[in-house]
Every structure is written in structure tokens, then in C-alpha cells.
Nanobody
Framework: QGQLVESGGGSVQAGGSLRLSCTAS????????MGWFRQAPGKEREGVAS???????NYADSVKGRFTISKDNAKDTLYLQMNSLKPTDTAMYYC??????????????????WGQGTQVTVSS
């Protein structure tokens, strides 16, 4: 059974940066699609960024130009570099994976492996 563990969250001021990491065990990063999602209190979980094993990426409009998703297959680690952070980026961030192609790579229902989440708080 695959397991995903996120780290790297924290509290920063607006305009700052954070890098989230997601390490896998029992799951091969070389198959399928992986993504970062976030959920703020009282809101639905939303897709932030996704990446396929052969490289194509996709981003939510709200983070384009500020966030970058990447992965290191040798380390079984997924990353999310977040720059120019805004208070509206405050949320619990989750990584997710699905061992195959998906139709909607920023839709949470497409993914069957999830991490426990890491909190990101951006103050103004």
C-alpha cells in the first residue's frame, strides 16, 4: 500500500516562499499522475498543480507563474515551490497520486493515494 508524507509547510509573510516536499513509500513515482491540492477552512479541496511521469505539468490559474511542481524520481519525492505567496494561499496542502492516466488532473476524485497534509499560513 502506497504512503505519501508531506513536509515543508509553515508560516510566512506575504511575498515569501516555501517549498513543500512529498515523499513516497510503497509507491512508484514513475507511474501515473501526481498532484498538489489545498483546502482552506470551509472550502472545498482544490487542485493546485499536477505532473505526469513523463513530465507534463498543469497549474490552477490562481498559482500560475508563482508555483512550480517538480519531482525527483531517484528520491521518490514530489516538490511544490511556492513563491510570491499571498494570504489567499493559506490552506492545508496535500499531495496525491494515481498510478495511471487521469482525465482531470486537478480533480481530487481522480486520485486514490493521499498524504496527511501540511499547513501553509501566509500573513499580510
Amino acid at each position: 500500500q502506497g504512503q505519501l508524507v508531506e513536509s515543508g509547510g509553515g508560516s510566512v509573510q506575504a511575498g515569501g516562499s516555501l517549498r513543500l516536499s512529498c515523499t513516497a513509500s510503497g509507491y512508484s513515482y514513475n507511474n501515473g499522475c501526481m498532484g498538489w491540492f489545498r483546502q482552506a477552512p470551509g472550502k472545498e479541496r482544490e487542485g493546485v498543480a499536477s505532473i505526469y511521469d513523463d513530465g507534463p505539468t498543469n497549474y490552477a490559474d490562481s498559482v500560475k507563474g508563482r508555483f512550480t511542481i517538480s519531482k525527483d524520481n531517484a528520491k521518490d519525492t514530489l516538490y511544490l515551490q511556492m513563491n510570491s505567496l499571498k494570504p489567499t494561499d493559506t490552506a492545508m496542502y496535500y499531495c496525491a497520486a494515481y498510478p495511471g492516466p487521469v482525465a482531470s488532473d486537478l480533480a481530487a476524485y481522480e486520485y486514490n493515494y493521499w498524504g496527511q497534509g501540511t499547513q501553509v499560513t501566509v500573513s499580510s
